[in-house]
């Protein structure tokens, strides 16, 4: 655990792992819809928009060869939500999994939430190595026994069998919302979440399924004055009472549930002034918030807009402390990434264990290493062309206009059909997860 | 089931056939279907007893431990069974083997079958001798304080002041000190669950170490960074406040209640507002005028409404345990002055809160002050937008009825009554009927008549079924209070009428009416008058109606003479059992045998 997930750009990534098929034919059910490793980083989730859960599991730690320390193998996969009709609003529901949240564990069971547009669902994901076996009136295989033999009555006995996973829904909270999901945050009071659609925000118990509270509600009275929508929200990882939610406004609200039962009031309200001189028919859909995440330790969150990723002070409103462009080469494509519907996309971001780097992902399958204390940032691909074991990433550049060098990709050739939404950082170690359309590709830090 | 026993009576009826039934439980206990599963742990006491104490011991027991993996459903009922287990493993001295089990289920997921598992063992932990108390039962206890996972250690918070009286010294001082361990648990979910059990570890303890141990636990979970938790600790202080001596209140808990009071959260305040009327009878009279009295009317002025409902519920109770001395001067000078506010308060659920208490207060200040200060508020909140306001003013007429009588209030109630009775909102205008019978009681038969008998029948042809159906009902509570007579003259005339409605849904409503009146009505108008019209009605030419005419002479017949069933009754059951309709038909057949008819 060398600096404890800490360094940035002096840790050399290579490869380890990928999964998925290989095929350039993608099945629409195969793209990854988010991935999630869980609080201990033993195990990682992803979803996929065919509705599966997938888990991975972390082999324990191998001495002799240290260098497999991170392999990640399935775990358990499970159909976790089916699509469905609403036949009242003549809406197909997508079986797509929008969101996977671990809950702290508990006992020797893991559990997660994962949403679709409607409905979540609390799994429990446990581990049976034991079977009764015995029976009075029939034989292990089935047959039914003489009863005439039968003159003493057995109890069944537990005995060994092969290790099983097994994935079992225990909770089902539906009917929540109107608008489509899309977060979902565990309270640090580990009693309670949140879910964001569209327009509002609901509270609910983990153990309840009937009732949500609605906490945050912008819906206007008419429909036709609507100006912005709820893009993101998050639990503080600490403090309880504080939540916040992105808009498609570029704005962050910090919300205490301290101060009332619903919180349309905001406590707190962090935005950066537009910069006039970059204003353009573009500057409201590039500034809509796609992800916003707390630090671990709680003082900062970061948010990913179309061009860039901001860390904000929590202390701080005006403006964020740190700005990094995540691929400013694209402001002169704006119009035809426009026309493409790419502006639109949906980038996600995470911090790595100690908040010192910060990570998102672009196209081409580029992803994103922010270092925040040395304020530099590498760009590396998740590619097949570069999974031989423990082969070393090389960091790529794009070429910004002007003339090319040698090794820089010129903007012209990206491939904007391969983007990466989707990243984790495991909580304590230099193991990321990256989706790429329907590869999980894992790398870590090269160890020597 | 039907397959394997027909494969056992088929196999041979020489067998033992006291085993079968036992055999068939016992290997349900892992049948695929949840339902067969739960049947046979809901029978696991015939199991054990089948089985003898020492097969339950060794196998029966050991088996249930292991099956932990099954549904929440059965886990629950098998923790229940377990708590009733003791002579079925042989008495108290074995009362110990069912510790293994119950510690597995005390350490699932799920909340409600851990707590059931926490019962059962606070149930056999008293037929534990002191001894094994120490030997097998405190250090399950210590186990799961200091087990891995929150779900043990949470369990553990419900073990200790069951113990903690019947252990050794030595004993005790672990268990305080695991105790305020888990008070300071990483976890909020284990800090609640101390919170919750802080008052109750309290009471069993000695009172010096409630004094150095539970005030500075209480101090810190009343302090804690969740509010979740220092919400549980304002509960725990009330249980603390009623240990201590009264001296030692004021030094020892009532700084942490303040503070409480005025949390930053509103969801603790909201404790603090639910939980007042006890923490008034914990604190005693002296506190509770220097202390509480300002307390209550911040909450009633709460600047979060959750804060003042809760508040406004409790404004009759708080008012009530107010010392007899000074109650009139502190509601008067204190509290009416809040709660005028909040009669115009700008949350229904508040405004409706203080309606479901308010009229109370006329008993606690008497005839001068309630109508001098009250009755203004009682017609405000008549007048209020909001019906459930309206509702809860008339549904609790009667105690201000005892006070100055309801004539005081008669001019308001009315236009308030008329205009429930008319709300566009069904569930409204059903609301209002079910307190008809009661207001009629209290304004008497005159008014009555003059005022609300007309709506009590214009409900009867409500467009709503379920209105109509409670206007029905109505009537025969009306006719149990005011008498038959009164019904022969004012209700039953008009009730008959309808029979001639075009509407057929309004002539069905005169059957229903009949069913409902005919009892209280008695023999003699049922017969005179109304039995004519049901028989003419068999000719309506809906099959609807002619069948609820054989439903009614079913349902009237026990009210007649036999005479008149046989000779009357009788015949018109029979033309309707050959009528053309399928469902006319079998109605009347089945009043012909239902009153012996044939």
Not at chain 1, 47 to 71: A, L, W, Y
Not at chain 1, 121 to 136: A, H, M, Q, T, V
Not at chain 1, 236 to 242: G, V
Request: aromatic content about 8%; glycine content about 4%.
């Amino acid at each position: 655990m060398a600096g404890a997930g800490g360094g940035g750009n002096d840790v050399q990534w290579c490869f380890s792992q990928v999964k998925g098929a290989i095929d350039d034919d993608v099945a629409e059910a195969d793209i990854i819809s988010t991935v999630e490793f869980n609080h201990s980083g033993e195990l990682l989730a992803t979803g996929d928009k065919g509705g599966r859960v997938v888990i991975f599991q972390q082999e324990t730690e191998n001495k002799s060869q240290p260098q497999c320390r991170s392999e990640y193998n399935v775990y358990s996969t499970f159909q976790s939500h089916e699509p469905e009709f609403d036949y009242l609003k003549s809406l197909e529901i997508e079986e797509k999994i929008n969101k996977i949240r671990w809950l702290p564990q508990k006992n020797a069971a893991q559990f997660l939430l994962s949403t679709n547009d409607k409905t979540i669902k609390l799994w429990k994901i446990s581990e049976r190595d034991k079977r009764p076996e015995g029976y009075n009136l029939k034989e292990e295989d089935g047959r039914y026994r003489d009863a005439a033999t039968i003159t003493t009555l057995r109890v069944p006995v537990f005995r060994p069998m092969d290790l099983m996973v097994e994935a079992s829904p225990r909770r089902v909270f539906a009917n929540g919302h109107t608008y489509h999901i899309n977060s979902i945050s565990v309270n640090s009071d580990n009693e309670t979440y949140l879910s964001a659609d569209d327009l509002r925000i609901n509270m609910w118990h983990l153990e309840i399924t009937d009732r949500s509270f609605n906490i945050v509600d912008i819906k206007p009275a008419n429909m036709e004055e609507l100006t912005e929508v709820i893009t993101a929200a998050e639990f503080h990882p600490h403090q309880c009472n504080t939540f916040v939610y992105s808009s498609s406004k570029g704005t962050i609200r910090l919300c205490d549930m301290r101060a009332s039962a619903l919180c349309d009031k905001h406590s707190k309200l962090f935005e950066e002034p537009e910069d006039p001189s970059n204003r353009s028919f573009f500057s409201e859909i590039i500034s809509s918030i796609s992800d916003v995440k707390f630090s671990h330790n709680g003082r900062y969150m970061m948010t990913r807009d179309y061009l860039s990723v901001k860390i904000w002070d929590l202390n701080m409103e005006n403006r964020p402390v740190e700005t990094y462009q995540v691929h400013e080469y694209l402001r002169s494509k704006l119009c035809s990434l426009y026309e493409n519907d790419c502006i639109f996309d949906k980038f996600e971001c995470c911090w790595n264990g100690n908040d010192s780097v910060v990570m998102t992902g672009s196209y081409n399958n580029f992803f994103r290493m922010l270092d925040r204390s040395q304020q530099r940032d590498v760009t590396l691909e998740a590619s097949r062309e570069s999974c031989k074991p423990r082969q070393v990433l090389k960091p790529r550049r794009v070429c910004a206009g002007g003339k090319r060098k040698k090794d820089e990709i010129s903007v012209d050739s990206l491939d904007f059909n391969k983007k990466i939404l989707h990243t984790a950082w495991h909580p304590q170690e230099n193991i990321i997860a990256v989706a790429t359309t329907n590869n999980l590709y894992i790398f870590q830090e090269k160890v020597n | 089931r039907t397959k394997q026993s027909l494969a056992f009576k088929m196999a041979g009826a020489d067998s033992d056939d006291s085993l079968y039934p036992i055999a068939v439980l016992i290997d349900e206990l892992r049948n695929e279907d949840v339902q067969l599963r739960l049947n046979s742990i809901k029978k696991l006491s015939t199991i054990a007893l089948a089985l003898g104490v020492e097969r339950t011991r060794t196998e029966l027991l050991p088996f249930l431990t292991d099956t932990i993996y099954d549904e929440d459903e059965v886990l629950l009922a098998l923790a229940e069974q377990l708590g009733n287990f003791t002579m079925l493993v042989g008495g108290p001295e074995y009362v110990h083997c069912l510790l293994p089990p119950l510690e597995s289920l005390a350490t699932v997921e799920e909340t409600v079958v851990r707590d059931k598992a926490v019962e059962s063992l606070r149930k056999i932990s008293h037929e534990h001798s002191p001894v094994d108390l120490e030997v097998h039962f405190e250090p399950l206890v210590k186990r799961l304080a200091s087990g891995d996972w929150f779900t043990s250690r949470t369990s553990a918070c419900g073990l200790f002041s069951v113990c903690y009286p019947r252990v050794s010294s030595t004993v005790k001082a672990e268990i305080r000190q695991h105790f305020r361990t888990l008070c300071s648990d990483d976890t909020p979910m284990v800090r609640r669950a101390a919170a919750s059990k802080l008052g109750e570890f309290a009471k069993v303890l000695e009172l010096e170490y409630v004094k150095s141990d539970i005030i500075s636990l209480f101090t810190a979970l009343a302090s804690d960074e969740q509010d979740s938790v220092r919400l549980l600790a304002v509960e725990a202080g009330v249980s603390i406040a009623t240990l201590l001596p009264q001296e030692d209140l004021e030094a020892l808990v009532m700084p942490t209640l303040r503070q409480a009071a005025e949390d930053k959260s509103w969801r603790v305040r909201y404790m603090v507002a639910d939980k007042f009327s006890d923490l008034q009878k914990a604190v005693g009279p002296e506190i509770t005028k220097n202390d509480l009295v300002p307390a209550f009317q911040n909450l009633l002025k709460d600047c979060e409404a959750e804060v003042r409902a809760a508040a406004a519920n409790k404004v009759k109770e708080f008012c009530e345990n107010l010392p007899e001395d000074s109650r009139e001067t502190i509601i008067m000078t204190h509290i009416l002055p809040c709660v005028k506010e909040l009669v115009s308060d700008t949350n229904q659920h508040v405004k409706s809160a203080l309606a479901s208490v308010i009229m109370g207060l006329s008993t606690i200040l008497g005839k001068d002050n309630t109508i001098e200060h009250l009755l203004p508020l009682f017609l405000a909140q008549l007048k209020d937008e909001c019906p459930e306001v309206r509702l809860n003013i008339i549904s609790n007429l009667d105690c201000v009825n005892e006070v100055i009588g309801i004539r005081q209030l008669s001019q308001s109630l009315l236009p308030a009554i008329v205009e429930l009775a008319e709300d566009a909102k069904w569930r409204v205008r059903l609301a209002i009927i079910e307190y008809m019978p009661l207001l009629a009681g209290q304004l008497g038969v005159e008014f009555f008549d003059e005022k609300l008998n007309s709506l009590c029948m214009a409900w009867l042809v409500d467009h709503v079924y379920a209105i109509r159906e409670a206007a029905t009902c109505n009537l025969m509570k009306l006719v149990e209070k005011f008498g038959a007579e009164w019904a022969q003259n004012t209700i039953v005339p008009k009730v008959l009428g309808m029979a001639n409605d075009p509407n057929y849904l309004h002539r069905m409503t005169t059957l229903f009416c009949i069913n409902a009146l005919s009892e209280v009505c008695g023999q003699e108008i049922t017969t005179k008058h109304m039995l004519p019209v049901v028989f003419k009605m068999s000719n309506d030419q809906v099959a609807n109606v002619r069948f609820n005419v054989a439903k009614s002479l079913q349902k009237i017949g026990p009210v007649l003479d036999s005479n008149c069933l046989q000779t009357e009754v009788k015949p018109v059951l029979e033309k309707l059992a050959s009528d053309q309709d399928i469902d006319v038909k079998y109605f009347a057949q089945e009043a012909i045998s239902v009153l012996s008819l044939a």
